[in-house]
């Protein structure tokens, strides 16, 4: 009778240096930049929440920035992006305008979604950046579906998908891993771990608690990599971009993080769930300050370098918020639009 | 005009589509080396090769949302579910994503898929394998829910499915695979959102979808015995409803029965007759009745499953209602 031999399984990776040269020193500033332009980006949207400029949900990135900057950065314009709810720093770094994104918070016709998507479906298609989803885990399949696209077409590009820890459990993200391993598909996916899921502490959701292990279900290369330094998410993006876009062999990354705030707005930052002391740890490895100290130390910029980024990244924010303000509703009549094709109605 | 069966006609217009399309593949459970679960993909592997007719794992929410993320980025896929029973695992991923893409990225993206497989009840399959679930589809704006009930209309309501640039809910009926019909040579579509008057009639309209269209023609073939003389519109698509040719077939006979194999309650019958007595309230000579599954899991039993079906004694016995010939 013939048998069916289980191949060798990948042994869990370990990260090797980058053969490659480094990001160059203004490659390294502008990482700095984007982080801050989020950080000052958020700061400003939980601010206009408060104020009820910004409606329903809003779930902010402030404490993940070196994630969506590092990875972003390993990427080439024609790749595809999914996001999570949480994905206001990823589309900012991916390089929409902090004018479209915040008025798109603001539910307004010049948002980049025309007011009809808000802070949890930011969508550009002409960056690649294709949401913006709202239902954790619901997402990861389609980033498969969009690396399956890409094969079919013989192209060289590579869909990634970030996702929080919590959608690890969910059925979505093992049905979307497997087909992309089993059919060798350019996928990367991104488990930003921040901890929680909304409330619920990884330790109480999950029963392996190293999520990178995961992979070996599926016999995926994967890491685990630390999110508070940009460097190493750089470096193990482009690891992993390279074995998609080389020999289409799917990663999953997972990219150790830490949310600074609540879950959404009406979360507090500490409380039942997490103590005051736990989120003052890790506001020590804040990933603007630890790459701003590494760039002093490399003498790649001074204090007053930072505190002019800083200074420009609060203009440009401020300057979306007016924009975002002051910019018209959506006309009534765009209630009915974009139901069906060609103006099709329901 | 050549006489083949719908499982054959569905798989001419999956067969044109893709010589036609590059764009355009099949994927589901067993649609490849198994040739089709139904054999509607009978000889698709063979003549499009294994990167267009595409076997996946038994993983409806998975695959379901393959098939979107590559219809985002511009493929065209045929996402076949073995029944639309199993395609309830997947529902996220048709509601959630399919129909909501092009709102909520304000018209930047679209999805041109085709949800496709049988629905509704066999024989003696019980009640998780039985279920009509057109009305869940048809409740979501974004979606369009298409539901052929002949060869012919099954190939060219396809074809038209498969060209949309929205998202399709193609339900075909599983008792219908080996049905018959005449279907023309040549290439045609059948437009989407157009129902069809499949008997004329001046005395009673019965307004019906998919497998109750023969339901429907039986009964009425029994009436005309008796002098009665029925209409039967297909509605055809569910989802944009053909209004106008429903109101226009009431407006001339007055009484309407809507019969349907799904459950009564929210079905689509009750949006048919919420539009009936909307917008032609003085056509009406009598209420609009409707025909249904009983509003019950389907039973195992042959002669219980048969109690709860749409047949043509109950559609009789709605005309005969209506028309006050009996109580």
């Not at chain 1, 390993?74 to 595809?80: E, N, Q, S, T």
């Not at chain 1, 060798?184 to 409330?199: D, Q, V, W």
């Not at chain 1, 705030?261 to 002391?277: C, F, K, L, Q």
């Amino acid at each position: 009778m013939k048998t069916t031999e289980s191949k060798p399984r990948k042994s869990a990776v370990a990260p090797v240096a980058t053969a490659a040269p480094g990001p160059d020193a203004d490659t390294r500033r502008s990482w700095l930049r984007q982080m801050l332009l989020i950080r000052r980006f958020e700061e400003k949207a939980g601010e206009a929440y408060s104020l009820g400029k910004i409606g329903g949900f809003c779930h902010l990135y402030i404490g993940q920035e070196a994630v969506a900057v590092g990875s972003i950065a390993a990427m080439r314009g024609d790749d595809y992006i999914t996001a999570s709810y949480r994905e206001h720093g990823h589309a900012l770094a991916r390089g929409m305008s902090a004018r479209a994104a915040m008025a798109e918070l603001f539910g307004k016709a010049a948002g980049c979604s025309h007011g009809k998507g808000g802070s949890m479906h930011l969508i550009d298609a002409s960056l690649g950046f294709l949401g913006g989803h709202g239902i954790v885990g619901g997402h990861i399949p389609l980033t498969t579906g969009m690396a399956f696209a890409i094969k079919y077409r013989e192209e060289d590009r590579v869909a990634v998908c970030y996702f929080g820890e919590a959608a690890v459990n969910n059925g979505a993200f093992h049905e979307a891993l497997n087909m992309a391993a089993l059919w060798k598909l350019p996928a990367i996916y991104i488990c930003e771990n921040n901890r929680y899921g909304m409330g619920t502490a990884l330790e109480r959701a999950s029963a392996v608690y190293d999520i990178s292990e995961r992979a070996g279900s599926y016999d995926m290369d994967r890491e685990v990599v630390d999110g508070q330094d940009v460097l190493a998410v750089y470096e193990a993006m482009a690891r992993a971009v390279k074995r998609a876009r080389e020999n289409k062999h799917p990663t999953l990354l997972e990219i150790r993080t830490y949310r600074f705030m609540g879950h959404s707005m009406s979360d507090p930052i500490h409380g039942h769930y997490r103590t005051r002391e736990e989120v003052e740890e890790h506001r020590k490895r804040d990933p603007i300050v630890v790459w701003g100290e590494k760039l002093r130390a490399d003498g790649l910029i001074d204090e007053k370098g930072i505190k002019a980024l800083d200074a420009d990244c609060l203009s440009e924010v401020e300057d979306a918020y007016r924009f975002a303000d002051a910019a018209p509703d959506p006309e009534p009549g765009e209630l009915w639009t974009d139901v069906y094709a060609n103006g099709g109605t329901p | 005009m050549a006489v083949i069966t719908y499982r054959d006609a569905l798989n001419q217009a999956i067969r044109e589509e893709m010589r036609l399309d590059p764009s355009v593949f099949l994927m589901g459970e067993e649609v490849g080396v198994y040739q089709g679960a139904y054999k509607v993909s009978r000889g698709l592997l063979d003549e499009f090769g294994p990167m267009r007719v595409v076997d996946t794992p038994i993983t409806e929410l998975g695959f379901a949302g393959v098939g979107v993320g590559a219809a985002m980025v511009g493929l065209k896929p045929i996402v076949e579910f073995m029944t639309w029973n199993f395609a309830l695992l997947a529902i996220d991923q048709v509601v959630n994503t399919a129909a909501k893409m092009r709102y909520m990225s304000g018209g930047q993206i679209s999805v041109p898929a085709v949800f496709r497989g049988p629905g509704g009840s066999a024989l003696q399959l019980a009640a998780q394998h039985s279920q009509a679930f057109e009305s869940w589809y048809a409740h979501i704006p974004g979606l369009k829910v298409v539901m052929p009930a002949t060869p012919a209309d099954a190939k060219g309501l396809l074809k038209s499915a498969i060209r949309d640039q929205d998202p399709v809910v193609f339900i075909e009926g599983e008792m219908l695979y080996n049905t018959k019909g005449e279907v023309p040579e040549d290439e045609y579509l059948t437009p989407i959102g157009k129902a069809d008057v499949k008997r004329a009639g001046g005395d009673v309209t019965l307004i019906c979808h998919s497998k109750t269209v023969s339901v429907a023609l039986k009964a009425a073939e029994q009436l005309a015995a008796e002098g009665i003389d029925a209409e039967v519109v297909d509605l055809r698509t569910i989802r944009p409803l053909d209004q106008e040719t429903v109101l226009a077939s009431v407006s001339k006979t007055h009484r309407a029965i809507v019969v349907e194999e799904g459950w009564s309650f929210a079905g689509v019958g009750a949006q048919v007759v919420d539009v009936i007595q909307r917008e032609i309230f003085d056509e009406l000579d009598a209420p609009v009745l409707r025909v249904t599954g009983a509003d019950v899991p389907m039973p195992y039993n042959k002669h219980l499953e048969k109690a709860s079906k749409a047949d043509p004694p109950k559609v009789i016995a709605a005309v005969k209602r209506v028309l006050y010939l009996e109580s």
